[in-house]
């Protein structure tokens, strides 16, 4: 059993045939997913699809990109959003440098407000993070010296240093299909220095499909892929892969309830 830790299932690309992609995710042994708030607006429906469907689980946040149209938002008003047993989660949230689509410090300032939320709800934090590897670090270093929160950083795409930084205050490290691309060497080498009881497996579909689905839309089941190839990368047998990450994720997410997958 797998479970896809990081995906978008309210995205339009997956409106026209969402039971289709659950039920191929299922398929493929993915029978657990979370699907993740990018803004707030999206909520009530985020929640909705949560609700649905047995084994999906939802997040509460606001994306770095999403800042700006957000400033007004604080830690109260997301932790109200966590009241329902779907919601295992907060984020995602973070910096995001590369586009800069939202000013740093309006991006920071969030990303403290959904701190203080994870440490007052003890949800884990889910943490975007790009071109902003020190920010990112400090921030979370200064929080934690406030009181400790639990997290992981999501769709681990950068150096070392970040994963060694993140690791020593306790977070987790969630793979997406990057490590399956060509030219992400430097990743893989990175992902190797990463203990197997930290890592955590996503799609953050529908974007970044792993090889051999290069190029197309990325749906849940499409996680088996970055598993296997995860597998040969530490040479360690896949379904040891399945199982340490499935359990991974439930020590992370503890609100999340494991008699909701289906089959079990």
Not at 5 to 13: I, M, N, P, T, V
Not at 51 to 59: I, K, L, Q, T
Not at 62 to 70: Q, R
Not at 128 to 149: N, P, V, Y
Request: include cysteine.
């Amino acid at each position: 059993m797998l479970i896809d830790s990081h995906c978008h299932l309210d995205f339009s690309e997956f409106s026209s045939e969402l039971d289709s992609v659950i039920y191929r995710a299922r398929t493929a042994g993915v029978m657990g997913m979370l699907t993740i708030s990018t803004k707030l607006s999206q909520s009530k429906k985020i929640q909705e699809i949560a609700e649905r469907f047995d084994g999906v689980w939802c997040s509460m946040g606001i994306h770095p990109h999403e800042a700006e149209h957000h400033q007004k938002v604080s830690k109260d008003d997301l932790i109200n959003l966590t009241n329902f047993k779907s919601v295992i989660g907060i984020g995602e949230t973070g910096l995001d440098y590369y586009y800069e689509n939202s000013p740093k410090v309006v991006q920071q300032n969030l990303f403290r407000s959904h701190i203080q939320a994870a440490r007052e709800t003890g949800l884990p934090l889910i943490i975007h993070t790009r071109e902003a590897d020190s920010d990112t670090i400090g921030i979370l270093k200064e929080e934690m010296e406030q009181g400790s929160f639990r997290g992981l950083i999501h769709c681990f795409s950068t150096s070392r240093w970040l994963a060694e930084q993140a690791l020593s205050l306790g977070m987790y490290i969630s793979i997406s299909g990057i490590v399956t691309f060509k030219n992400a060497n430097e990743l893989r080498a990175s992902i190797k220095s990463i203990p197997l009881d930290r890592l955590l497996v996503e799609t953050d579909s529908p974007y970044l499909s792993p090889v051999p689905n290069r190029g197309k839309r990325n749906e849940p089941s499409f996680v088996l892929h970055t598993a296997k190839y995860l597998s040969e990368l530490l040479s360690v047998n896949l379904n040891e892969i399945c199982n340490t990450t499935t359990a991974n994720f439930f020590t992370l997410f503890t609100k999340a309830n494991q008699k909701e997958i289906v089959g079990l």
